[in-house]
């Protein structure tokens, strides 16, 4: 077992490697479109990127399904990314819209989700807190009142465990 772990520990790193080496050293992966911002609301402006049309490489952006139509893609700041931007129109409804690029040498197609919300990311409240399902913390978060029902706890353990001790023994309660 032992002599064939390390070979096969060996061959597993050597393919990860082998992986890491063959991505793109920035942008979107090969084969995705990255959109930035992912969630966006109506009216805001959605950058998108791919690496998959390779160096210098342009693609024709398809953004359609959330009622922006077209948008070219051309090579960006950095040689392997096409790049193009969109405008989410005003009356856009939310949900989640996919976005298709298609490379102009290849004819390769990649796809993005776009999530459209109501309201924007940096303002979207988070719940914090505990839940109040009835279940547990009914003495509530101070610190002497949790010892207090600890203490209540113990002391009714301790009476039963003696009264049953007494019964068992047949002196009665």
Same mark, same amino acid.
């Given at each position: 077992?032992?002599?064939?772990?390390r070979p096969?520990?060996?061959?597993?790193?050597?393919? /990860?490697?082998?992986?890491?080496?063959?991505?793109?050293?920035?942008?979107?992966?090969? &084969?995705?479109?990255?959109?930035?911002?992912?969630?966006?609301?109506?009216?805001?402006?959605?950058?998108?990127r791919t690496?998959?049309?390779?160096? @210098?490489?342009?693609?024709? !952006?398809?953004?359609?399904?959330?009622?922006? &139509?077209?948008?070219?893609?051309?090579?960006?700041?950095?040689? $392997?990314?096409?790049?193009?931007?969109?405008?989410? %129109?005003? @009356?856009? $409804?939310? &949900?989640?819209?996919?976005?298709?690029?298609?490379?102009?040498?290849?004819?390769?197609?990649?796809?993005?989700?776009?999530?459209?919300?109501?309201?924007?990311?940096?303002? $979207?409240?988070? %719940?914090?807190?505990?839940?109040?399902? +009835?279940?547990? +913390?009914?003495?509530? %978060?101070?610190?002497?009142?949790?010892?207090? !029902?600890?203490?209540?706890?113990?002391?009714?353990a301790a009476?039963?465990?003696?009264?049953?001790?007494?019964? /068992?023994?047949?002196?009665?309660?």
């Amino acid at each position: 077992m032992r002599r064939t772990a390390r070979p096969l520990t060996g061959a597993a790193l050597t393919v /990860a490697a082998a992986a890491l080496a063959a991505a793109p050293a920035y942008g979107a992966r090969a &084969g995705e479109l990255e959109l930035s911002p992912a969630s966006v609301v109506p009216g805001g402006q959605v950058t998108v990127r791919t690496a998959a049309c390779g160096a @210098g490489g342009t693609a024709t !952006g398809d953004a359609g399904a959330v009622g922006a &139509g077209t948008l070219p893609l051309a090579a960006g700041r950095h040689e $392997q990314d096409a790049t193009g931007r969109f405008r989410v %129109p005003p @009356g856009a $409804q939310p &949900g989640t819209y996919e976005i298709v690029a298609t490379c102009a040498g290849s004819g390769r197609r990649v796809t993005g989700d776009l999530v459209v919300t109501l309201t924007p990311a940096r303002e $979207q409240v988070h %719940p914090r807190g505990s839940v109040k399902t +009835g279940v547990g +913390g009914a003495l509530g %978060p101070d610190p002497v009142q949790t010892a207090a !029902g600890v203490t209540a706890l113990a002391v009714a353990a301790a009476g039963g465990t003696w009264l049953l001790h007494r019964r /068992a023994r047949g002196d009665g309660i």
